[in-house]
């Protein structure tokens, strides 16, 4: 199965990780079948970020114009690109916490309130 993963385009494995998320939220899979998916989505998951990342460190950076108004570029820093991620991930994983549970399928002005007074 990771063969095939490392072969996919960035968009197919996004796909089949949509499709795996989908099965994992409806609770009609079983145990066993649950790891399984969970297990394909963390390698989807890797993929993707992989291929996002190998991405991010092709873009350059515009920098400004000579005076033939050809634009000057340089690499983007990899570091750059780390910082982003760590800080992303942070973000998400706040966002995913606020976002599951009772709270998610309550209207939000009602979250809004709660989140408030989480501290």
Known sequence: ????I?????????????K????LESGDTGLDQ???LYEEGD???????????QAEQKIRLLTG?????NPITQPLPPTAAAENDSV????????AKRTTGRAA???????AEEEEHLF
């Open 1 to 4: 199965m990771a063969e095939a």
């Open 6 to 18: 490392d072969k996919m385009t960035f968009e197919q494995a996004l796909e089949r990780l949509l």
């Open 20 to 23: 795996v998320v989908t099965a």
């Open 34 to 36: 649950s790891l399984a």
């Open 43 to 53: 390698q989807l998951l890797k993929h993707c970020r992989a291929v996002l990342d």
């Open 65 to 69: 114009v000579d005076v033939e108004d």
């Open 88 to 95: 992303g991930d942070r973000e998400l994983g706040v966002k």
């Open 105 to 111: 399928r309550r209207p939000a002005g009602d979250r």
